[in-house]
Nanobody
């Protein structure tokens, strides 16, 4: 079992930056894959980035490459998403998620079984 709590969301103007945090507790072994996802009303949840806890291997959605960075502080069991050059289309509820697997290439939300409650990000033009 893994418990996840996100923080750091808020409102920002286009071009600005935000850093999201996700505090993990429970079973946080190095064999986990962690990820950030986002969702807007009426649309499916989409994968933004994933990171393999054991070696830090990462993937990004094309829409955020070069602007977002996923990272982790293993000693603190914390996951981060540094978001820069934000655009209005980045607006949404952002979720932290985990799966007990070292297979981390997929950003399909259905592959992740543990979810946080989400934190809202709003980017205005």
């Amino acid at each position: 079992q893994v418990q996840l709590v996100e923080s750091g969301g808020g409102s920002v103007q286009a071009g600005g930056s935000l850093r999201l945090s996700c505090a993990a507790s429970g079973d946080t072994y190095s064999r986990y894959c962690m990820g950030w996802f986002r969702q807007v009303p009426g649309k499916e949840r989409e994968g933004v980035a994933t990171i393999r806890r054991g070696d830090g291997w990462v993937t990004y959605a094309d829409s955020v490459k070069g602007r977002f960075t996923i990272s982790q502080a293993n000693a603190k069991n914390t996951l981060y998403l540094q978001m820069g050059s934000l655009k209005p289309e980045d607006t949404g509820m952002y979720y932290c998620a985990a799966r007990p697997s070292t297979i981390c290439a997929s950003r399909d939300p259905a592959a992740f079984g543990y979810w946080g409650q989400g934190t809202q990000v709003t980017v205005s033009s």
